[in-house]
């Protein structure tokens, strides 16, 4: 469970939360709904995304479900520092997208006093971690771990599975791409896929 950090006038360091799971999760829900409660607050709110993810809107963080808060595109975490100067809460979606450099940032922004908040996926297509949300992970004082619903047995889901063939590990897509799988299911789908189909063994 998440539990938001009490407000400490004497504490003059912020924190991170990474919400984290496979697509279809809830991440980016979860994300908007903790940015607009402090919005509604009256905090002083920032929101990034990478410059790549143009799936739903060229600057609006959307989540599955069409809900949006409006952010800042930028092609590269240096970025991020110089666009958020005198805010009180950072919000980054997206962020297994981004470089390395990620890490320093958010790390540099909550040591400023600035809460962090970062969703993103933990795992790759292939079942492997992504990118530098394993760090976020490590040095947050908060992580949030959600799941989807698995669409072939309907337990809980956590890994991202790729319908098609394509090996790249970065490849924007959405259902018709992807689907939220259990680890058994998981498992299962990738056994088929490396099965060579019966119409491959007679044509041989």
Same mark, same amino acid.
């Given at each position: 469970?998440?539990?938001e950090n009490t407000v400490n006038q004497n504490e003059q360091f912020g924190w991170i939360e990474v919400i984290c799971g496979s697509m279809f999760s809830g991440k980016t829900e979860e994300l908007i709904r903790r940015l607009k409660r402090a919005q509604i607050a009256q905090q002083r709110v920032e929101i990034f995304k990478p410059l790549l993810d143009n799936r739903y809107d060229d600057?609006? @963080? @959307?989540?599955?479900?069409?809900n949006q808060i409006p952010s800042t595109p930028v092609p590269a975490a240096a970025n991020i520092p110089l666009l958020a100067d005198n805010c009180d809460v950072v919000g980054i979606d997206e962020a297994q997208f981004f470089d390395h450099e990620i890490i320093q940032v958010c790390n540099d922004l909550a040591n400023r006093g600035i809460r962090v908040i970062v969703a993103g996926l933990d795992m790759d297509f292939k079942g492997n971690p992504f990118g530098p949300m394993p760090f976020l992970m490590a040095t947050a004082e908060y992580v949030t771990k959600v799941h989807a619903v698995c669409t072939r047995t309907g337990n809980l889901a956590h890994y991202s599975y790729r319908k098609s063939k394509d090996d790249a590990l970065v490849m924007l897509g959405e259902k018709e791409a992807y689907e939220p799988l259990s680890r058994a299911a998981y498992v299962q789908a990738n056994k088929r896929a490396a099965t060579p189909s019966q119409k491959t063994k007679k044509s041989d």
């Open positions: 469970m998440f539990l600057a609006l @963080v @959307v989540s599955h479900d069409q």
